[in-house]
Every structure is written in C-alpha cells, then in structure tokens.
Nanobody, 118 residues
C-alpha cells in the first residue's frame, strides 16, 4: 500500500521561510509527477508546484520566484522550499504523486498546515 507522509508545516511570520517535505513509501514500482497543492479555508484545492521524474517544474503564478520544488528520485521524496511567505500563502498543503504500484494511480498525503501571520 502506497503512502505519502508530509512534514514541515507550521506558523511563520510574513517574509519568513518554511520547507515542506514528503516521502512516498510502499510497494512503488515507479513515480511520475510529484508535487504540492494547497487549499485555503473556503477555497478549492489548487496547484502550488509540480515536478516530473526528469526534473521539469511547473509553478502557480502566485508562487513563482518565491517557492522552489525539488525531488530525490532515489529516496522517493519531494520538497518545497517556501521563501518570502505572505499571509495569502496560508493553507493546508497536500503532497501529491502519480505512482505505479500494480497500476498507475493518484496519491495524496494527509496535509500539513502552513500559517503565515504576524
């Protein structure tokens, strides 16, 4: 059974930084895209950033230049470095991965809270 486990959320002041990490475990044959989505209170879940197995990245316009996504294919991990955080970045951040164990399927982590407030 595949699991995604996130870590690194918390409370930070505006302008501060946080780093989120996510590790995929279980009977994994291959991982394609990994990434991070976020959901603010009362809003839908939206893309923050994704990265393919060959390192191609995609960012939401609102985070470009402030967030950096990276992954370690050998360890099945993905990270999101978030700098110059703003109050509007406050959300639950969900790790995502498109994984093949027996079949290709979409997997989500349990979510980690990021709160940007003074």
């Amino acid at each position: 059974q595949v699991q995604l486990v996130e870590s690194g959320g918390g409370l930070v002041q505006p302008g501060g930084s946080l780093r989120l990490s996510c590790a995929a475990s279980g009977s994994i044959f291959s991982i394609n895209t990994m990434g991070w989505y976020r959901q603010a209170p009362g809003k839908q879940r939206d893309l923050a950033a994704t990265i393919t197995s060959v390192g191609s990245t995609n960012y939401a316009d609102s985070v470009k230049g402030r967030f950096t996504i990276s992954r370690d294919n050998a360890k099945n991990t993905v990270s999101l470095q978030m700098n110059n955080l703003k109050p509007e970045d406050t959300a639950v951040y969900y790790c995502y991965a498109f994984i093949r164990d027996r079949y290709w399927d979409h997997y989500w982590g349990q979510g980690t809270q990021v709160t940007v407030s003074s």
